[in-house]
């Protein structure tokens, strides 16, 4: 993925969450392998979903998640996965936390997932 200089740090906070730090402290998830485990997740849900769909600023806080379940996996805490019956959605509210910027709101939906795509291996692996 893309590379590029960003106004901020990512820190391990003094519980062992992984976050942001610009000024303020967020963090993302509550532990560097919840953090792990959302990158994992991203990469394989990009890898198989038919479709995927990006939402920015006010139109993430619009998003109907009534159905979903958290993915305890990725111990999000401002960067929450969620799990629906074909779907997985990434909300991403760190960085317009950090950077007190509400356009830098995200939430990718990655659609069109089958029952391999929504949990890949599982325990057995």
């Not at 509550?30 to 600023?57: K, M, Y």
Request: proline share 5%; glycine share 12%.
């Amino acid at each position: 993925m893309q590379r590029t200089a960003l106004p901020y740090s990512f820190m391990i906070g003094p519980n062992g969450e992984f976050g942001l730090h610009a000024g303020k402290w967020v963090p993302l998830h509550a532990s560097i392998e919840g953090w792990v485990e959302a990158l994992a997740l991203a990469d394989h849900a990009r890898n198989w979903a038919r479709t995927t769909t990006t939402l920015t600023g006010a139109a993430v806080d619009e998003l109907v998640l009534e159905g979903f379940e958290a993915v305890p996996e990725v111990a999000g805490l401002a960067d929450i996965w969620w799990r629906g019956t074909d779907s997985l959605v990434a909300v991403y509210r760190g960085e317009a936390e950090v950077m007190d910027a509400p356009q830098c709101l995200t939430a990718t939906i990655y659609a069109g997932l089958d029952e391999w795509g929504l949990r890949g291996l599982g325990p057995t692996g």
